[in-house]
C-alpha cells in the first residue's frame, strides 16, 4: 500500500488533483481511495488531500497519518507548516517549485524533488499569472517520480476529469511527466 | 464499467440505475451531493424523473410519500438535523406502508454544530419502522440502493441506506456500475396493490380506530419480521446476477475466535486490518460487522456470537443514560442462551474523531484484560 498526502490551498485544485490521479490508478486496476481533508475548505487556506493505493481491496478506512511520500502543490506551505508531519523515512517531498532540490532545508532521511507546474501552466494557459492552475502539471510529475501510473493512463484520466481546457492539462501534464 | 465516484454519487447512481421517478430533496446543508447530481441527471435526461425542490426535509418526504401513494418510486437524501426535522413523516412513511428508499449520510447532531460523522441521527429514527440498512464502502451503498426497493417494495416498508460523513461520503473510491438493463431485469417497475388515483378514489391514512389499529401495527411488525430472510435471498440473487453478495452481517473469521469486534460502517472494515494485524500477533481474533440494523438480524448474530467467549461492541454512538445503541441490541439479542459471551460496550468516534487501527487495539487490550466488563460504558480516546 502507498500513500500520499497533498498540501494545497483552497481554490487551487488539490482534491482535484488526487481524484485525476486516483481515476488514471484505476484504469490500471489498482485499488484507489482518495479524499479530501474532512471539513470546510476555504479559498487560500492551507488544505490537504489524501490518496491511498494497492493492488487488492483497502479495508483501512481511517484517516492517513503517516503517509509514504507527500506533495506540496503550493511552495508557500513550505514555510507555512511542516509538510513533513508524520512522512515516513525515504519518503518524496514534491514540490511545484522553481527552486533546486537541495536549497530547500529538509532532513536527509527524506527525498526531495522540485517541479516548476506553475511555470507549466501558465505556458499552458491554465488559469492565470495571480492564481494558476496547477494541478495536472503536479500530477505527471508525480505519476512519473513515483511509478504510479502510465502516460496513457493519465492522459485519459485528464480528458475525462478536467472542467475546462482538456487539451491544454493534456499537454501541460505531458510535459511535467517527461521532465521529471 | 468501474469508475472512481464518492459515496454521495454511488447514492445517487443507485437511485439513477433504480430508475426513480420521483426525487424530492430540500437542497441546502445539511444536504450533500447526492441529489446535486441527481438533479443534474433529471435535467439532461439521464434519468427519467420528476425532481421535486422544496422547502425543507420534512416536505420533502411528503413529497415522496405522496408520489409513493400514487405508484411512483420514490428517492430522497438527507442528514443528521434533516433527518430529524423528518421525524414525523418517517412515521407516516412506515405506517402508511410507503417503500421510500433514502440515503442518509451519518453526521452528528448539533449542537455543537457539526457536519462530521457519528450514528445518533440515523439511530435516533430506530423505532420509526424503517429498515436500516449501515454500509461500509461505495459500493456496498450503490448495490444496497437497488437491493432496499427490491425489498422494501415486496413488503411495503421504507428503508435507509446509510453511510458515514466524509468517510464515505466525500471518499472516492472504485465502484463496478452496473449494467442498466441488468438492474431492470434484477428490479422489475414498482407496481403497488393499492394507489391513489382518481378513477378509483381511496382514502389512505384516514382515522383509525382502537378496533383496527393495533392489527394495523401487527401487520408492520410480521412484514418486518420477514425482512432479514427477504435480505437473504435478494442477496443471494444479486450475487448470481453482479457478483457481489450483500448480506445482513460481514462475518470475517468469528469461526473459532477468542475475542469478535462488533462493528458497523466504515469502522466496521477498518476492524478487518486490525484482525489480520491480531492474529498475526496469535490473537484469536474476528470481526462482526452488522450491515442490517433494523429489523434486527436476530438469528445471524445469535448464531455467530454464541460461539465466543468474549464480544467487544463498538459504538459511534450514545444512547444517553444508557448504553452505545449497538451495544444494548447485542445484549438483548444474546440474553438468556445457554452460552451467553462475555459482551463489552466501548464508545468511539463521535462527532467525526477517527476510529483508526489504535482504537481497536485499545479495545482488545481491555477485552483481553478483563474477563468482565469492569464500567458499563468504556468510552476510547475521550479526553477527560
Redesign the interface.
Known sequence: MIEIRFHGRGGQGTVVASKILADALAKEGNYVQAYPEFGVERRGAPVFAFIRIDNKPIYDKSRIYTPDHVVVVDPTLVEAIDVTDGLKDGGYIIINSPKKPEEFKFPDKFKVFTIDATDIAVRHQLGTLAAPIVNTAIVGAVAKILKLTKLESLIEAIKEGVPQKPEENVQAAIEAYEKA | M???IMGNHALSYGAMLSRAQVIAAYPITPQTQVVELLSEMCANGTLDAKFIKVESEHSAMAACLGASMAGARTFTATSAQGLALMHEMLHWASGGRMPVVMGDINRAMAPGWS??TDQIDSLSQRDTGWIQFYC?SNQEVLDTVIQAYKVSEKLMIPSMVIL?????S?????VEIPEQEKVDAYLPPFNPPYRLTPADPHAFGGLTSPDHYMELRYKLQKDMEKVPALVEETGREYEKMFGRYLGQVDDYLCDGAELVFVTSG??G??A??VVDELRAQGVKAGNLRIKLFRPFPFEQVRSILSRVPKVAVLDRNISYGHHGVFYQEVKSAMYGLPSEPAIFGFIAGLG?R????ETYKEIADYALKHDRPEEEIVWIGVKK
Open positions: 468501474k469508475k472512481v457536519i462530521w461500509s458515514d460523513a466524509f468517510a464515505l466525500h471518499t472516492y473510491e472504485v466504515t469502522a472494515l477498518t478487518r486490518v467525526g477517527d476510529i483508526t487501527r
